[in-house]
């Protein structure tokens, strides 16, 4: 039975027909290989592949055969996360016993199934099929911005033929307005529907469609309207012709000018795997990187498109402020000042606050600093500075990223995943299609999936938890239920009194049990996880005086609150970009760039990454933890590292799985010793029952120095407003 255009609904539809509709819809999302290494011996079958015997798990299709095999069959509607559609045919093989070609990606494999992908019948089938792709197609090639890495210019290259019988006219299509990330070249599309299919799948705003039949198909949007998906930039990467790429990348670099650097995205705390492109001293673009523990293959559209922010504000030379304001200064200069400052006053009245983007070297360096200038208020820009964090398990995601595809219950908690981590909301939206039921207590909000809102404030979920609402008993079902706490419920007045609340319910709901801990924080900063694995937090002293600070470091700190840094304090700012920050400083450091240096970041599951040099340093700007080491040095308390090999082994005695590098170590969970510790402070700061659980994130794309910096964000925020306001 041949399957066009198979669906999860259809699957489910179809699943009288054929039993394997439905297995098959679920197990595309993952490669042959790995489905071959996971399926027991009794649920695999074996077929032969050009006379070679091959094992692949039951259900699986003759296109996963064929890759498990190791024989490569040209396709371009095909994608392994995506839903069959078998409308592009490039795939054809031979079947034993099937009169014409089959397409391989909608044909379920059989036991001793024999298939050919190298036979006259299959070479002048794939060459008619790229023969009718190419009638019209135009030929942009030297001018087209997917020249280089297109899957048509490859296989047109391998499968089809040197000339063309076709002499009428080609079509032309109108190109698309899908917003400021997204350009389109309509005349190029083949129709494969990858971008439809990923709008309605993965991104879930189903704003993309294929109208009219044969010659007049176009693939647009049904009514003028632009792509508000924050995972638009994906469909860059699905189209396997130049119909969709970048719009700010458009005419800037060749693919071959390139050099790529693997490294991470700290837009959010999710540390999405990306690829860093960059020509001589400047960041072309940034493309995902496969990682099926993060990120998948996916990369939202500010981690993707905020690098043109990498450029502009930025800090070049150290500066120091005289009569005439911020004047450029030499390093010495400006050490010396900041020496000078840290050292008229005693260590109680400064304070010491890191920021969003900060890396793990340039934190632990600072804290080493301070503490030994006896300095203990070190805060974590963003709020909760005073958060238990000797129990590692309440502030991370125990389930991991990708084990939370086990959970058969969700309850998300003062959280919206879109825009904290629209990667790891696509994850979420993923379980759901196949099944999972998702609840949310807190702001309603479009997930992009459906979930029963429990209720919005603290008071709902007292009640939850006190059995006043159905969820709680489906939730106790559930083999596998997860709960979600997002970073609007850790900057409440009342966290512990919220959080008390959290980990009763996740007690009564059996949420963590033998062999599963669904207890989940997220976190909506890339540096947040970090700096309390090191204890970068306020000393105990320090959260007991009420002395205002008389000098304040901000280490990339520019959303700090405004009580934070008194009106007369002497600010040290070390950072890249002039942001919110810069403009209060007495004395500017300029540090670097994610791009810039390499650094390690932890993600909101406790997974320790780092991210790689891809530019040189701009200016005279330094490596963040080397300017540390510089200061102390002048400052006359010298830490005792000169490489960063050195400082790498500093964190790894502070905090010994920052020597574990992309792995995650489980965390003990000790929930009771977690309740006891906070039980005191929820009764000082009583519960605000009426306050709504609310996301802290009100702009998705500006929410730090960089994003605020780029233009193609800017653009983001009008035709955002714009589009509202037409909605309105």
């Known amino acids: 039975m041949v399957l066009t255009g198979l669906s999860r609904r259809a699957a489910v539809s179809l699943g009288q027909l054929w039993p394997g509709a439905q297995e098959l819809s679920r197990t595309i999302t993952t490669s042959a290989g790995a489905l071959q290494q996971a399926a027991p011996p009794s649920d695999q079958i074996e077929v032969f592949v050009n006379d070679q015997p091959v094992k692949i798990p039951k259900n699986s299709s003759v296109l996963q055969a064929c890759d498990a095999a190791g024989i490569d069959v040209p396709r371009f509607c095909y994608h392994q996360r995506l839903s069959i559609a078998g409308n592009c045919r490039m795939c054809l093989v031979e079947v034993e016993k099937v009169p014409k070609p089959v397409a391989s990606c909608a ?109 007049d198909s176009e693939v647009g949007t049904y009514v003028e309207k632009l792509m508000t998906s924050e995972l638009s930039g994906n469909v860059v990467d699905l189209c396997p012709v130049g119909a969709l790429t970048s719009k700010p990348y458009a005419f800037t670099a060749r693919s071959w000018e390139l050099k790529g650097t693997e490294s991470i995205d700290v837009s959010d705390a999710l540390g999405a795997n990306i690829r860093v492109d960059s020509r001589g001293t400047e ?13 998948e293959e996916w990369l939202s559209d500010k981690g993707r498109y905020q690098y043109d922010g990498l450029k502009r504000q930025r800090l070049d030379q150290p500066m120091v402020k005289g009569a005439n304001g911020l004047e450029t200064a030499t390093w010495s200069d400006a050490l010396s000042a900041a020496a000078a400052a840290l050292s008229s006053v005693p260590a109680a009245q400064v304070k010491a606050i890191a920021g969003k983007l900060a890396d793990a070297e340039s ?35 125990n389930t991991t990223v990708a084990g939370l595809e086990q959970a058969d219950m969700i309850l998300l908690i003062g959280t919206n995943p879109r825009w904290e981590s629209p990667v ?50 489906s939730l106790k079902k559930a083999v596998r239920p997860a709960v979600v706490v997002g970073p609007g419920v850790l900057r409440r007045g009342d966290r512990e009194a919220v959080m008390k609340a959290v980990h009763d319910l996740c007690a009564k709901a059996g949420v963590v049990k033998e062999g599963w801990n669904g207890f989940n924080v997220i976190h909506d900063t890339a540096s947040r996880v970090a700096a309390l694995d090191m204890g970068f937090a306020p000393s105990v002293a320090a959260r007991a005086s009420k002395a205002p600070a008389k000098v304040v470091y901000l280490l990339g700190a520019d959303d700090w609150e ?28 300029p540090g670097a760039a994610y791009t810039e240096k390499s650094g390690l970041y932890v993600n909101f599951e406790g997974r320790v990454q780092q991210t790689r040099t891809a530019v040189p340093v701009l200016g005279n700007a330094r490596e963040d933890w080397r300017i540390v080491r510089a200061l102390s040095e002048v400052v006359g308390k010298r830490l005792p590292y000169d490489d960063h090999a050195a400082v790498r082994a500093r964190l790894a005695e502070v905090a010994p799985h920052f020597a574990n590098i992309n792995s995650v170590e489980t965390p003990v969970w000790l929930n009771g010793e977690y309740v006891k510790g906070v039980e005191q402070l ?46 309105a």
């Open 283 to 295: 960041v072309m673009r940034i493309l995902p990187r496969l990682n099926e523990a993060v990120n």
């Open 682 to 727: 929820a009764k000082e700061a009583p519960v605000q029952a009426s306050v709504p659980l609310a996301s802290t994130i009100e702009n998705f794309y500006m929410t730090d120095a960089i994003s605020r910096a780029s233009r193609t964000m800017a653009k983001c925020v009008l035709a955002k407003q714009q589009t509202q306001a037409k909605s």
């Open 363 to 397: 934190m632990v360096a600072l804290m080493d600093l301070m503490r030994r200038l006896g300095v203990g208020n070190l805060v974590h820009e963003g709020g909760f500075a005073d958060m238990p964090s000797d129990v590692r398990s309440t502030y991370t995601a």
């Open 562 to 589: 405004e009580a934070e840094v008194p009106a007369d304090a002497f600010v040290i700012y070390q950072g890249h970009h002039g942001d919110r920050g810069a403009s209060r400083a007495n004395v500017i450091l």
């Open 107 to 215: 044909m379920p494999a059989g036991p001793g199934m024999k298939i050919k992908t190298e036979t006259p019948m299959v070479k002048k089938a794939r060459e008619g099929v790229m023969e009718f792709l190419l009638i019209n197609h135009p030929l942009d090639c030297p001018i087209c911005d997917q020249g280089g890495e297109c899957d048509l210019q490859d296989q047109a290259m391998i499968y089809g033929s040197d000339r063309s019988r076709f002499s009428e006219t080609k079509r032309a299509v109108e190109d698309k307005n899908l917003g400021p990330l997204v350009k389109t070249v309509m005349n190029r599309c083949i129709h494969c529907t990858r971008c439809v299919r990923f709008a309605s799948q993965v991104a879930g705003t189903e704003e993309l469609g294929v109208t009219g039949r044969g010659r």
């Open 424 to 473: 790891f909301n696509a994850r979420i939206r993923k379980i759901f299609l196949d099944g999972t039921k998702v609840g949310l207590v807190g702001a309603p909000v479009d997930l992009t999936y459906k979930y029963e809102h429990v209720g919005s404030d603290p008071a709902a979920l007292a009640a939850l938890a006190a059995g006043q609402h159905p969820f709680l008993e």
